[in-house]
């Protein structure tokens, strides 16, 4: 089982629609929580990025952790086609983002 | 403020033979890592070095090598090729000292190997 399990999809939505992308995970230690939008053929591209338990806002994205639950989700705002990407969670023991272990990513289309 | 590079961006290679990927960091990063990210996955954790030695490993085999120079630009080194190893490689840089949740990626080498 891996460490990191998020949602396949891939998940088709109408613009202007609220999207929640969700992640769980078995490792308690976690304790950095990231989003990353990655286009087609493209690197990662960091959304947000969480401590511990809590919400976060940034814009039409909104980032929540619940470590009891180890759960993670991404909820998307006012949904746009240009938001049509696959979106990967990401998590840190300590605070070394760059020792990350991501999920498979789930696709996500926008449409028009 | 200059983002990752990192070079070439498309290789094709024959089983068995050795490849060598570079990566320029960010502007202000002293940490680079690499990462494994095969098709229809999640990038998987190599490798990541700080001041020019390596500060942690994923599962990855000792064929998996690297380097980081003083200027912080850094090179994934892999011998004896396998057709597993077919793949986006990406390179990401953060800062030790900076905002610690941060790492920012560059656009990847899409590695063949035939």
């Known amino acids: 089982q891996k460490e990191v399990e998020q949602d396949p999809g891939p998940l088709s939505v109408p613009e202007g629609a609220i999207v929640s992308l969700n992640c769980t995970y078995s490792n308690s230690a976690f304790q950095y929580f990231m989003w990353y939008r990655q286009y087609s053929r493209k690197g990662p591209e960091l959304l947000m990025y969480?401590?511990?338990?809590g919400n976060k806002e940034d814009g039409r994205f909104t980032a929540q952790v619940d470590k009891s639950s180890k759960y993670i989700s991404l909820f998307i705002r006012d949904s746009q086609p240009s938001d049509s990407a696959t979106y990967l969670c990401a998590m840190s023991v300590g605070t070394n983002a760059g020792k990350s272990t991501f999920g498979d990513g789930t696709t996500l289309t926008v449409k028009p | 403020e200059t983002g990752v590079t990192q070079s070439p961006t498309h290789l094709i290679k024959t089983r068995g033979q050795q490849v060598t990927l570079r990566c320029s960091s960010q502007?202000?990063?002293?940490?680079v890592s690499w990462y494994q990210q095969a098709l229809g996955q999640g990038p998987q954790f190599i490798f990541q070095y700080y001041r020019e030695e390596e500060n942690g490993r994923g599962n990855f085999p000792p064929r998996f090598s690297g380097l980081q120079f003083p200027n912080y630009s850094s090179e994934l080194n892999v011998n004896a090729l396998e057709l597993d190893d077919s793949a986006l490689y990406l390179c990401?840089?953060?800062?030790?000292?900076?905002?610690?949740?941060?790492?920012?990626f560059g656009p990847g080498t899409r590695l063949t190997v035939t």
């Open positions: 969480t401590y511990s338990s």
């Open positions: 502007s202000g990063h002293n940490t």
């Open positions: 990401a840089s953060s800062s030790r000292q900076g905002r610690r949740g941060e790492q920012y």
